[in-house]
C-alpha cells in the first residue's frame, strides 16, 4: 500500500515564507515524477509545480521566482518552498507523484494540506 502524506501547512502572513513536504512510503520500486497541486474554496486544482526524477521542474506562471519545488530520492520526499507568498496562495495543496508498486506505475495522491496567507 502506497501512501502520501503531505506536511507544513498553516497560517503565514503575506510576504512570508512556509515549507511544504511530501513523504511517499509503502512498498515502492520507484518514484518517477512528482509534483505540488493546490484548490483554492470554489477554485479547480490547478499545478503549481513539477519535477521529474533527473530533477528537472516546471513551474506555473503564478508561482515563478517565488516557489522552488526539490526532492530528496533516497527519502521518496518532495518539498515545496513558498516564498513572498500573497493571500492568493491560499489553497489546500496536493502531493502527487507517479509511483511504480507491484506492477505498473501508477498517479498516487495525498489528502492535502492547508496553507492559509493572511493579509
Known amino acids: 500500500q502506497v501512501q502520501l502524506v503531505e506536511s507544513g501547512g498553516g497560517l503565514v502572513q503575506a510576504g512570508g515564507s512556509l515549507r511544504l513536504s511530501c513523504v511517499a512510503s509503502g512498498s515502492i520500486r520507484s518514484v518517477g515524477a512528482m509534483a505540488w497541486y493546490r484548490q483554492a474554496p470554489g477554485q479547480q486544482r490547478e499545478l503549481v509545480a513539477e519535477i521529474t526524477s533527473l530533477g528537472f521542474t516546471n513551474y506555473a506562471d503564478s508561482v515563478k521566482g517565488r516557489f522552488t519545488i526539490s526532492r530528496d530520492n533516497p527519502k521518496n520526499t518532495v518539498y515545496l518552498q513558498m516564498n513572498s507568498v500573497t493571500p492568493v496562495d491560499t489553497a489546500v495543496y496536493y502531493c502527487?507523484?507517479?509511483?511504480?508498486?507491484?506492477?505498473?506505475?501508477?498517479?498516487?495522491w495525498g489528502k492535502g494540506t492547508l496553507v492559509t496567507v493572511s493579509s
Open positions: 502527487n507523484a507517479n509511483i511504480r508498486a507491484t506492477g505498473l506505475s501508477m498517479v498516487y
